[in-house]
């Protein structure tokens, strides 16, 4: 019964994995939209999304959800962009 346990919990480590880091990608998203909402979103914040999501861009082999990583990096590397542009970065 334990070997039948232990071998599920090794099935399931790429799935739990995978679900710690969609919610870390759903936390820093957040925290971008916050910022933005509140007008005071930090370079450091977008930065750490642009460097989470080049992490996750390796561990993703869906073209879909590849797809959508590569509009939330272009639109936070935008965002960024424009702070350099206004003197804030």
């Known amino acids: 019964m334990l070997a039948l346990q232990q ?3 090794a099935l399931d480590s790429p ?3 995978a679900m710690l880091r969609a919610k870390s990608m759903l936390e ?3 925290a ?3 910022g933005l909402l509140s007008g ?3 370079p450091a914040r977008l ?3 642009v460097g989470l999501l ?3 861009r390796e561990m993703i082999d869906d073209p879909e959800l590849s797809s959508v990583l590569d509009e939330i990096d272009l639109r936070a590397r935008v965002e960024l962009a424009k702070l350099e542009v206004s003197g804030l970065i």
């Open 28 to 30: 820093q998203l957040e």
């Open 7 to 9: 071998s599920g919990d």
């Open 40 to 42: 005071q979103l930090s």
């Open 54 to 56: 080049d992490q996750q």
């Open 32 to 34: 971008v939209r916050d």
């Open 15 to 17: 799935k739990k994995a």
């Open 47 to 49: 930065q750490q999304l």
